[in-house]
């Protein structure tokens, strides 16, 4: 059976500098980017997503979204056209949503956020979108989105050395994996062997 799961939902919360990884919603200059997945059921928060939790392997959280249904950040809402598996990582700086077309249409694309490692507490997943984006398209193409946006926030908001090496480190494996096709990314391989 799977259960019920509230994911993306941003804290409110801004401050100047991140001297702590693991306080990072108290003192992180971009806790105004971070999201939190609910294992059990509604979060308390503005931004709620309400998804289904399908599998955890070690590290690994997966949940999943439904074409049509309604998502939230901090830019609005809007509804969903896909069917969306979200792969987060409490030891990797992304994530990944593989979004297929609904009603088995095929894979539409992969869109990875950099992000720090979700950090898992009882029935909540958190973690803070850096901003680095890369969207990977079915037939292999890839797209790195919002790097103006991480250089004028990396410079605006003061993120350490060692967030924007890890951020650089993050996008540097997204692109290694999609290109050979590993891991999430594996489908690409059946979605460009299929006939069009």
């Not at 398209?137 to 350490?160: I, K, T, W």
Request: aromatic content about 8%; glycine content about 6%.
């Amino acid at each position: 059976m799977l259960e019920p799961l509230t994911s993306l939902v941003t804290s409110p919360r801004h401050r100047e500098r991140i001297d702590h990884p693991e306080r990072a919603q108290e003192e992180s200059p971009f806790a105004s980017r971070q999201a939190v997945v609910g294992l059990v059921g509604p979060v308390a928060q503005d931004q709620a997503v309400d998804c289904e939790l399908v599998r955890e392997e070690g590290p690994l959280l997966v949940a999943s979204n439904h074409a049509g249904q309604r998502l939230k950040n901090p830019r609005g809402s809007w509804r969903t056209p896909w069917d969306t598996l979200n792969h987060f990582w409490t030891d990797r700086w992304y994530n990944v949503m593989l979004c297929e077309r609904p009603n088995g249409k095929g894979l539409d694309n992969f869109y990875c956020n950099v992000t720090t490692p979700a950090q898992r507490d009882g029935d909540t997943v958190t973690y803070v979108d850096l901003d680095l984006d890369l969207r990977v398209f079915a037939d292999g193409r890839l797209e790195v989105l919002d790097e103006d946006e991480f250089l004028e926030n990396s410079e605006r908001m003061g993120y350490p050395p060692d967030v924007i090496r890890e951020s650089r480190a993050a996008l540097s494996e997204l692109v290694r994996l999609a290109t050979a096709a590993e891991g999430p990314f594996a489908v690409l391989k059946r979605s460009q062997a299929a006939p069009s």
